[in-house]
C-alpha cells in the first residue's frame, strides 16, 4: 500500500470517528427528582437541577412533591421496589437506570457524570416503563459502570507509578498541559529575537517595559481566546457531534506532535522559519522597539503579540481548546474557570518568563534547550491522543471529581 | 581542523550550543567561523545548512569532513571534536 493510500486509510477512520455510535445523544434525558417541601437538601439540589437544565436543552426535569402528596409517596415507594432502592429518605434522583439518595456536592457531579454518559449510551426511561408497569432490566447501570471505571481508569506510568485518571484533577491538567504549551517553540523564537534587540538598547526602564508587555498581552490574547471558546463550548457540550469532532481535532493535534518527535528524536534542534515570516516579524520589532515614542512602541509591542500569537494558537495544535473542552465537560464556568485558565497560563508562559528574567538580570540571552522542546512533543502528543480518545469512547472518565 | 559554525539569534538550540562550543574551544583550540543565519544569508547558503539548526561543518584542508546538525549534549560534542582530531591529525 503506498503513503498515499495509507493517509486516505487514516482519514477515513478518524472521520469514522466523527459518527456516533447511536442516535440517542438527541434524545432528551430526564431526570426524576423525588423531594420533599421543606427538606433543606431538596432545595439545594433543586437549585442545582434547575441551573443544569436551563444550560442543557437535552435534559428535563420531572419533579414529585413526596411529604404533601401521598400519590407521589407511594410511586416513589413503587419506584424504590422496581429498583432494589434500599435507602430511605429524599432526595431520590432517578436517570436512567441509575439511583442517586441524597444530596452533596459529589452528588451534583455524579448527576453530570451520568447525563454525559446517558447522552451516548442506550438511555433507558424506567421511571416511564414502571409508570407503564412494564417489566424493567436495572442491571449494567451507570452507578456499576462508575465503580468498576474507578478499576479501570487507573494506569500506570513510568516515574509516576499508579495514576487515578479520574482523579487526576483540572489542576493538575492545567500545569501539565500549559507547560507542555510553553514549550511549543513557536513564539520562543519571536521573544529570543526581541529579547537580543532589547539588549542592544540603552535604555533598561523600556527593556524592562517592552519585554513586560510582550509577555503580558500574549497571556491576556490567550487568555481572551481561551475563555470565549469555553463560553461557546459550555453551551455545546452536550453535542455528541461537536465533542466528537474536538476530540478528533485531539487525535490530529497529537499524531502531529508524534510525527514531530519521532523526526527529531535523533537531530534536535531549531527548526527554520519561512524566511518572508521571518523578515517580516524582525523589521516589525526593530521598528517598535527603536521607536523614538515610547507609547507607539509600547503599542507596537502590544499588536505584535496579538498577531504572533493568534497564529502560535494554530501552532499549539489544539491544547488551548482541547483544556477548554475539559473546563467544559465539567461544567467548570464564571471565576473557576477564569482561574484555572489563569493558572494555565501561567505555565504555559513559564519558560519564557525564565528566559527573560535571566537575560534582564545577566544582559545576556540563554536558551532553554530544545530536547525540552522534543519533550513536550512526545508528552503533548500522547496526552492529546489520550484525551481524544476518552472524549469519544470515555468522556466520563475526563468528569473529574472535586470531593 | 577548522570549522564554520551556523547559527541564528532567534535559535535557542543555537544559545545552548554556544556555550558548549566555547567549553570545547577552549580545550581544543579549533579556528572558527561563526555565521549567521541571517544576517550572513548569502554565505551561509553556500554551505546548504538544511532546515536545522544550529549547523556545525568541520574541515580538513578545505574540504568538509564533518556535520554536526541540531543541538547536541556537551559529552557528545567533546567525543566527536577528539575523534575527528585523532582522525585528521
Known amino acids: ?403 | 581542523m577548522r570549522v564554520v559554525k551556523i547559527n541564528a539569534i532567534w535559535c535557542s538550540g543555537c544559545l545552548v550550543m554556544n556555550k558548549i562550543w566555547s567549553k570545547v574551544t577552549q580545550k581544543y583550540p579549533i579556528e572558527t567561523l561563526n555565521l549567521d543565519y541571517d544576517i550572513d544569508y548569502e554565505e551561509v547558503s553556500k554551505y546548504n545548512p538544511g532546515e536545522v539548526l544550529p549547523v556545525f561543518i568541520f574541515f580538513d584542508n578545505d574540504q568538509e569532513v564533518y556535520r554536526v546538525i541540531g543541538e547536541k549534549s556537551e559529552k557528545e560534542m567533546f567525543e566527536i571534536v577528539q575523534k575527528l582530531g585523532e582522525y585528521y591529525e
Not at chain 1, 31 to 37: L, N, W
Not at chain 1, 82 to 89: A, F
Not at chain 1, 129 to 156: A, M, P, Q, R
Not at chain 1, 215 to 238: D, E, F, N, Q
Open chain 1, 1 to 403: 500500500m503506498n503513503k498515499r493510500k495509507i493517509f486516505l486509510l487514516i482519514i477515513t477512520c478518524l472521520l469514522a470517528l466523527l459518527f456516533p455510535k447511536n442516535t440517542f445523544a438527541e434524545n432528551t434525558i430526564k431526570i426524576y427528582f423525588f423531594h420533599g417541601d421543606g427538606c433543606p437538601h431538596c432545595a439545594e439540589e433543586s437549585k442545582f437541577l434547575e441551573e443544569l437544565v436551563s444550560e442543557n436543552k437535552e435534559v428535563e426535569l420531572i419533579k414529585y412533591e413526596v411529604w404533601y402528596h401521598p400519590d407521589n409517596a407511594k410511586f416513589l415507594e413503587r419506584v424504590k421496589k422496581e429498583m432494589n432502592i434500599n435507602r430511605s429518605g429524599v432526595p431520590v434522583t432517578i436517570i436512567g437506570k441509575t439511583a442517586i439518595v441524597g444530596y452533596s456536592d459529589s452528588v451534583g457531579y455524579q448527576i453530570k457524570r451520568a447525563i454525559t454518559y446517558y447522552s451516548e449510551q442506550d438511555y433507558d426511561d424506567v421511571i416511564k416503563k414502571i409508570e407503564n408497569g412494564e417489566s424493567i432490566n436495572i442491571v449494567d447501570n451507570f452507578s456499576e459502570l462508575e465503580e468498576k471505571s474507578d478499576y479501570e481508569s487507573t494506569i500506570s506510568v513510568p516515574f509516576f507509578g499508579n495514576i487515578n485518571l479520574k482523579r487526576l484533577s483540572i489542576s493538575t491538567s492545567a500545569v501539565l498541559i500549559g507547560l507542555v504549551d510553553g514549550f511549543n517553540p513557536c513564539a520562543m523564537w519571536i521573544l529570543l529575537f526581541l529579547i537580543s534587540v532589547l539588549i542592544g538598547m540603552k535604555n533598561r526602564k523600556r527593556m524592562w517595559i517592552y519585554g513586560f508587555t510582550f509577555l503580558i498581552s500574549s497571556a491576556l490574547v490567550y487568555m481572551v481566546i481561551m475563555l470565549s471558546w469555553l463560553a461557546v463550548s459550555v453551551k455545546i457540550t452536550t453535542s455528541i457531534w461537536i465533542r466528537n469532532l474536538i476530540a478528533l481535532i485531539a487525535i490530529s493535534g497529537g499524531i502531529i506532535n508524534l510525527k514531530s518527535y519521532i523526526t527529531s528524536r535523533k537531530d534536535s534542534g531549531c527548526q527554520v522559519v519561512d524566511k518572508n515570516r521571518r523578515t517580516k516579524i524582525f523589521d516589525k520589532i526593530k521598528k517598535f522597539t527603536h521607536e523614538k515614542s515610547f507609547i507607539l512602541g509600547l503599542v507596537g509591542i502590544i499588536g505584535l503579540a496579538v498577531s504572533v500569537n493568534l497564529v502560535e494558537l494554530a501552532c499549539s495544535a489544539g491544547l488551548p481548546l482541547i483544556f477548554t473542552q475539559l473546563l467544559a465537560i465539567n461544567h467548570i464556568t464564571g471565576m473557576r474557570a477564569f482561574l484555572y485558565t489563569l493558572l494555565y497560563i501561567v505555565f504555559f508562559l513559564f519558560d519564557d518568563f525564565v528566559v527573560f528574567f535571566v537575560a534582564m538580570f545577566t544582559m545576556k540571552i540563554s536558551g532553554i534547550s530544545t530536547r525540552y522542546t522534543k519533550y513536550s512533543h512526545l508528552i503533548g502528543g500522547l496526552l492529546m491522543l489520550l484525551i481524544g480518545v476518552l472524549l469519544i469512547f470515555k468522556p466520563e472518565w475526563l468528569m473529574f471529581q472535586f470531593n
